[in-house]
């Protein structure tokens, strides 16, 4: 019974955190990220959003080691720039290394930040840490099973402690 009810406050209390992030509505910027994670819509969000006038590029990180449909995203012929690279590390936070690199070498204000709902918050964290700039975020939206909600309840609130001892 105890455990029961602090299951259901941790719920309700991450509730806005997981479930509900703040995001943002698409607005001109300097590029797109897309955050690595599921092929849940995002990449297909970002190309979109390029393809409609949002930003001359499209970044996709890239920790796969052999993902065709990323492959294929990474050498299609587009109208706008598409550039793809690997995290070092592998995270959110090697995501966040690479942005400030290359933000901060074009001179970049403003990028638009493709990931999955519960990731939002934390990644907004994360990628703050990195760069200055203004980071707007935007959710594909995908349905998640009570499971998936559920690991990735778990999930992000352990990214989440880790995030708060380490900097970019």
């Known amino acids: ?47 979109r959003l390029a393809h409609e006038g949002y930003a001359p590029r499209v970044l996709i990180s890239d920790p796969y080691e052999h993902s065709v449909m990323i492959n294929r995203i990474c050498h299609g012929g587009y109208s706008f720039e598409v550039s793809c690279f690997d995290p070092a590390p ?37 990628l703050q840490k990195c760069w200055p700039g203004e980071l707007l975020f935007v959710d594909p939206r995908p349905h998640l099973s009570p499971a998936r909600w559920a690991y990735d309840y778990l999930y992000q609130s352990v990214g989440y402690l880790k995030a708060a001892f380490e900097d970019c």
């Open 90 to 126: 592998r995270t959110t936070r090697g995501e966040g290394r690479e942005l400030a690199r290359l933000a901060d070498a074009a001179g970049w204000r403003r990028v638009i930040v493709v990931t999955f709902t519960p990731h939002i918050s934390r990644a907004r964290y994360i």
């Open 1 to 47: 019974m105890v455990l029961a009810a602090v299951l259901a406050v941790a719920v309700t209390a991450l509730w806005p955190v997981y479930v509900r992030p703040r995001t943002d509505e698409p607005a001109p910027a300097d590029a797109i990220l897309v955050l690595g994670g599921a092929h849940d819509g995002r990449e297909q969000l970002a190309l």
